[in-house]
């Protein structure tokens, strides 16, 4: 089967937008997420997935170390509405408010309000293209008060 | 073939001119999973040895179908997956599903319970009853079945990293019923190999968690001659985003691999072969995945014939559950899915599915509703009693287009097999990572075709108007969580923990002995109401952890 080639010999520019693809709590579900982490690093992001099962406390450690401009939070169990308040809240306790925080996955509609008043940036349901993904994160990260 | 004179094209010819003289429409004539389709499939396309591809329903090679009459005979068993909240409440969609005809249960577990965690975990936090139901001892299982006679019921759950101690809590809980394991019938899951493949829920390392389950096939062979000790799994490959070749055969090479471990510890191949079982998905690609389910009997027939010289004519039959596709479910526009699973239900059917689950409109949200599961039900009823296609055996048999398919999926997974022996075998691929490779690709590719429009997806990347209706979703009792908790608190301290703790230590130590069968010991366990968490534990304190490298 042919493959696309992720693109590991560009130059590595500063500029280069930094993402953690994050899998918290136990939901195996990592199709999403996989394809999410690709499509960014094959859209030139610098792209760190922490892999599954992960603690809030494990990706807040991530973001912190990876020094992350983004973070997409992938969650298919029906947990976001513990998760997600846990992993901002920790972010908070850090002291970091300007990453930008975005949720993919099985989520309810009426859900998505909460979330985004918790400081959630956008919600991606099923079926999200992932460019409208791509287009968010540039232009979000580009958004943000200079470093 | 008639002889056409030399100045006359055959018809075929004229056809051919006369197509070819027709704009096609500009869009890819290939399978979901990418195989080019032919404008037209011909006697040509058929095997040279049709009779012998093909045979007869109930005989080799069981392309036709597993048993003589197959639906004439008896349908196919409509099995819907539940599972959420407390064991209550699930044992009442349980007593609902029956009264609406339903005929076997299908049994769906939280995440914690999956990973082997208690409800008290922190690493359980939030997920306690969400995705099925909440499972910590054996006090949990009995309520789950309570009012069903389990001698007559057949019960399939879905576990696989803990399924041993699973099985154990069902055997206890039947026992004190008064039901003996020789009478029980029903399916665990227990394909441990497909969740380091694509579901991903485990709880040990590959080499320990592939003994745990020979212990449990072995020990089910001796005392569950009812019982199915594994589902071998498709489902979940496909899930991930498999191409139905690659769901084919993953699967099949699992089984083969589960087979040649059991032969290993001297069991002989008829002793437990003719209770293994299959679990394959059911996409929205019709006449693939039809093709996919005949070339899979043919495969395992033919394999179980003649690499492991099976005697029995019942270890030859592929017999399968399947399920509709949930990752082609949309959130936008819902209603569409009930059209979606539909057409990939009567797939299953026409592929010669034993049972069936339909799933629910509303599932790409959140669980189900009671009403969308009935729709689901009735969705098999409609297919079963109104289209009259379970009035003749395998219907498509002998068309060329699906034979020519079931030749091509056929010769894709001998492929397949070829490079994972190539690998040293199936346990040393998936510690390669070669099918998470393969599948992660072909997971990418399609989403590449539907990001770009090649490939139409109704309601998301085309006929995008219309969207704006609500969808009444399940919503899950916040207060489940505590309940729980405090059950398994009640049951901690209602126990003898000595009895426990000293069951947990000859756990351990059989885990360390090679060569000991750890059921028993999980029995016993059981039988102390040790919790699911603690069993995990001690066995971890043993075997160690999983941790994934992650390939994307």
Known sequence: MPRTAPNMTAATSTQKIRVVVAKPGLDGHDRGAKIIARALRDAGMEVIYTGLHQTPEQIVETIVQEDADAVGLSILSGAHMTLVPKIVELLRAQGIDDVVVTVGGTIPADDIPQLKELGVAAVFTPGAPTQEIIDFLVSAVGEREPR | MAQTPDDEQSPEQDWREAFEATPEREVPFTTLSGTPVEPLYTEADLPDDVAGQIGFPGQYPFTRGVYPSMYRGRLWTMRQFAGFGSAEETNERFHYLLDHGQTGLSTAFDMPSLMGHDSDSPLSLGEVGREGVAVDTVEDMTTLYKGIDLGEVSVSMTINGPAAIMLAYY??????????????????????????????EWCFPIDPAMRIMGDMIEWCSQQMPRWHPVSISGYHIREAGSTAAQELAFTLKDGLTYIEQAVERGLDVDDFAPRLS??????????????????????????????????????????????????????????????????????????????????????????????????????????????????????????????????????????????????????????????????????????????????????????????????????????????????????????????VESSLAKLREAAAREGANLMPLLIDCTRTDASEGEIVQALQDVFGRYTESPVF
């Open chain 2, 278 to 499: 299959f679990f394959f998905n059911a996409q929205i690609d019709f006449f693939e995945e039809i093709a996919k389910y005949r070339a899979a009997r043919r495969i395992w027939a033919r394999e179980l014939k003649e690499t492991f010289g099976a005697k029995n004519p019942k270890s030859l039959l592929m017999r399968f559950h399947t399920q509709t596709a949930g990752v082609s479910l949309t959130a936008q526009q819902p209603l569409n899915n009930v059209v979606r699973t539909a057409i990939e239900a009567l797939a299953g059917v026409l592929g010669g599915t034993q049972s069936l689950h339909t799933n629910s409109y509303d599932e790409a949200l959140a669980l189900p509703t009671e009403d969308a599961v009935r729709l689901a039900l009735r969705t098999q009823q409609i297919i079963a009693d109104e289209t009259g296609v379970a009035s003749t055996i395998d219907p498509l048999g002998g068309s060329y287009f699906v034979e020519a398919l079931t030749d091509k999926i056929e010769a894709e997974a001998y492929e397949y097999f070829k490079k994972i022996d190539e690998l040293g075998g199936m346990v040393a691929a998936v510690k390669a990572n070669y099918p998470q490779r393969e599948i992660a690709d072909a997971s990418y590719e399609l989403q590449q075709e539907i990001d770009s429009g090649r490939r139409v997806v109704v309601g998301v990347n085309a006929y995008t108007e219309g969207d704006g209706g609500q969808t009444a979703l399940h919503r899950s009792d916040p207060a489940m969580e505590r309940g729980q908790v405090d059950r398994l608190n009640a049951v901690r301290a209602g126990r003898d923990s000595a009895a």
């Open chain 2, 171 to 200: 055997v206890v809980a039947a026992e004190r019923d008064g039901v003996p394991p020789q009478q029980l019938a029903g399916t665990i899951q227990a394909d441990i190999l497909k969740e380091y493949i694509a579901q991903k």
